[in-house]
Each structure stands twice: as structure tokens, then as C-alpha cells.
């Protein structure tokens, strides 16, 4: 039997970006505003790794050959993912509710005025 997937704004996602923002917050050698942009830092870090991923799966450097596959591209785009949300949840408690806002104004401002 198969677990269901997580619902993108569903509270168990919520729930899950909370209680990593709260381990991570448990354990830092670094707080405050030094802490803040350590935390925004591994955002890049995070997108650095897909872009390895990539070349890798694509077998871009020839003296490596290929060295991932685009599991391993989609494994390393959901940790982007899971870090942005640490993050937003860093910088507000109401994360849930700012990205959910954000969205609907980049999807109206997308989709909502069609061009023709």
C-alpha cells in the first residue's frame, strides 16, 4: 500500500516545513541576522546541487562522463523546494499564508491576462 502524496498547500506539508524550521532553529551555531543569511545561503547551495545533477545526468563533463540520472534531478529540485520553504518560514511563522498569497498574485498575473 502506497502512501498518498502531500497536498502543495495541505497542513501536512505545513506542518512538515515547521517542524524542520524548528530542528534547524534547535541547533545553530549561528542566529540572528548572521543566522538569517547562512539560512538564505543554503537556498543556493541547494540550486548549485541541481545544476551538478543536470550536467551529470546529462553527461556534460567529459573527464566525469555521466554521473547522475534525472532522479537524482528531481531528488535535488525538491530539496530547492523544501529549502525555500524553510526559509520563507524563517523569515515569517506566517509562511503558509505568504507563499499561498505570492502564488495566487504570480498565477493571476500569469494566467489571468491572456495575450492574444
Same mark, same amino acid.
Given at each position: 500500500m502506497s502512501e498518498q502524496p502531500q497536498s502543495l498547500d495541505g497542513p501536512d506539508l505545513w506542518q512538515s516545513v515547521s517542524r524542520l524550521h524548528a530542528w534547524l532553529e534547535a541547533d545553530q551555531p549561528y542566529d540572528g541576522q548572521e543566522g538569517l543569511f547562512l539560512r538564505m545561503l543554503k537556498l543556493q547551495e541547494e540550486v548549485?546541487?541541481?545544476?551538478?545533477?543536470?550536467?551529470?545526468?546529462?553527461?556534460?563533463?567529459?573527464?566525469?562522463? /555521466?554521473?547522475?540520472?534525472?532522479?537524482?534531478?528531481?531528488?535535488? !529540485?525538491?530539496? &530547492?523546494?523544501?529549502?525555500? +520553504?524553510? $526559509?520563507? %518560514?524563517?523569515? /515569517?511563522?506566517?509562511?503558509?499564508?505568504?507563499?499561498?498569497?505570492? !502564488?495566487?498574485? &504570480?498565477?493571476?498575473?500569469? +494566467?489571468? $491576462?491572456? %495575450?492574444?
Open positions: 548549485g546541487e541541481v545544476a551538478q545533477a543536470v550536467i551529470g545526468a546529462t553527461g556534460q563533463n567529459p573527464r566525469k562522463g /555521466t554521473t547522475h540520472t534525472w532522479d537524482d534531478v528531481q531528488a535535488e !529540485l525538491c530539496d &530547492v523546494v523544501i529549502t525555500a +520553504l524553510v $526559509a520563507l %518560514r524563517t523569515l /515569517t511563522p506566517d509562511a503558509r499564508a505568504v507563499f499561498a498569497g505570492h !502564488l495566487a498574485q &504570480v498565477t493571476e498575473r500569469s +494566467l489571468g $491576462a491572456r %495575450r492574444g
